[in-house]
């Protein structure tokens, strides 16, 4: 078969026929058969990168301790999010902004891939935001709506080391 030139792709049309069955939430034969000559089609459109290679071969792999870091992942969203709204609902309250800069351990391989996965779930949680990431010295910039009157470490131990553990071990 010509689509599927190198065996790590097989991950990327398998994920992407995941995906298709879950967001059609069709099971019939029809359906099923669409959405593996869609995941083909795009196997064949998507310019690959190891980026997308290997983080989808690690979701099919692992795909049980992505769900649940994906539930726990979601929980800290919703959290944010409640407390997000709580600031909006409540002009007059104070709340106390900062920028802080923190350092990451993401183990020895893959640091780059990894450090942009932490970043983005970092300012996917509602009211903080990774403003500047250094990957020489393992350092990232969060800035944090609220520091709920607590000091930079007890913020770093709040936020990053809950997260960077998943990355790590997710992508290990």
């Given amino acids: 078969m010509k689509i599927i030139k190198n065996k790590k792709k097989i991950y990327i049309i398998l994920l992407l026929y ?15 058969i669409l959405g593996l000559f869609i995941s083909l089609s795009v196997n ?14 690690k979701f099919i792999r692992n795909f049980f301790l992505f769900a649940y870091y994906g539930v726990i992942i979601a929980i ?35 640091n780059i891939m990894k450090l942009t996965i932490l970043a983005n779930i970092i300012t996917l949680t509602p009211g903080t935001v990774a403003v500047s990431a250094n990957i020489n010295n393992n350092q990232l910039y969060i800035h944090w709506i609220d520091m709920e009157g607590g000091t930079e470490e007890e913020m770093k131990e709040k936020m990053v080391s809950n997260f960077d553990e998943i990355v790590r071990r997710l992508f290990a």
């Fill in 18 to 32: 995941i995906v298709w069955i879950v967001i059609s939430s069709n099971l019939s034969l029809p359906s099923l």
């Fill in 44 to 57: 064949l459109v998507i310019s690959y990168s190891s980026f997308t290679i290997k983080v989808a071969e």
């Fill in 76 to 110: 800290q969203v919703f959290i944010a999010s409640y407390k997000v709204a709580w600031f909006v609902l409540n002009p007059y309250k104070k709340f106390n902004p900062a920028i802080i800069k923190t350092d990451i351990d993401l183990g020895e391989k893959n």
